[in-house]
T-cell receptor, first 111, second 114 residues
């Protein structure tokens, strides 16, 4: 069965304090790993798609990396506006339409 | 226009009411989705429409009835809901149906069933 595990469940950082979020996955034949950001009471917002081990993508203070077993979302010098829940997701097994989401990491950045 | 617009933002309904949620996108996307999200949980897929036809129903109870009147609109008709159906209902779209497609989500409708 496909599994996506995110850690930690919650993370508090001071503004400027860099850290990383983890997404571990077990799925046969990875066809992409997605990162989304979700603000409270809003829908998820797409951040990145990674397809192969070694791939990296960056957007502002965020950098996503991928290995054969996990993905990291590195946050460099975060600001309070980076506070959100970060979700990762992978395509479910042989499905061509369904994503398996992790439970997310709630990031709080204090000024 | 890269937005998915959902109305209403909030809805309170009784268990005997009938209500509808609406979703609209003007990005020319041909796949549209309904997701349900409970507090502190990830989104759960409910329905997928591809080229205005219902493609996937994830064994959703019949008290939820989706409708796709045209390529820009998606509705979710609600009838005889239960309190446990209270959740954030999210609409999403993508250029086409496919698990590799990036999803564009609306802001959701926060539904409370009394």
């Amino acid at each position: 069965e496909d599994q996506v595990t995110q850690s930690p469940e919650a993370l508090r950082l001071q503004e400027g304090e860099s850290s990383s979020l983890n997404c571990s996955y077990t799925v046969s034949g990875l066809r992409g790993l997605f990162w989304y950001r979700q603000d409270p009471g809003k829908g998820p917002e797409f951040l990145f798609t990674l397809y192969s081990a070694g791939e990296e993508k960056e957007k502002e203070r965020l950098k996503a990396t991928l290995t054969k077993k996990e993905s990291f979302l590195h946050i460099t010098a975060p600001k309070p506006e980076d506070s959100a829940t970060y979700l990762c997701a992978v395509p479910s097994g042989g499905s061509n339409y369904k994503l398996t989401f992790g439970k997310g990491t709630l990031l709080t950045v204090n000024p | 226009d890269t937005e998915v617009t959902q109305t209403p933002k909030h809805l309170v309904m009784g268990m005997t009411n009938k209500k509808s949620l609406k979703c609209e996108q003007h990005m020319g996307h041909r796949a549209m989705y309904w997701y349900k999200q409970k507090a502190k949980k990830p989104p759960e897929l409910m329905f997928v429409y591809s080229y205005e036809k219902l493609s996937i129903n994830e064994s959703v109870p019949s008290r939820f009835s989706p409708e796709c009147p045209n390529s820009s609109l998606l509705n979710l008709h609600l009838h005889a809901l239960q309190p446990e159906d209270s959740a954030l209902y999210l609409c999403a779209s993508s250029p086409r149906q496919g698990v590799e497609e990036k999803l564009f989500f609306g802001s959701g409708t926060q539904l409370s069933v009394l």
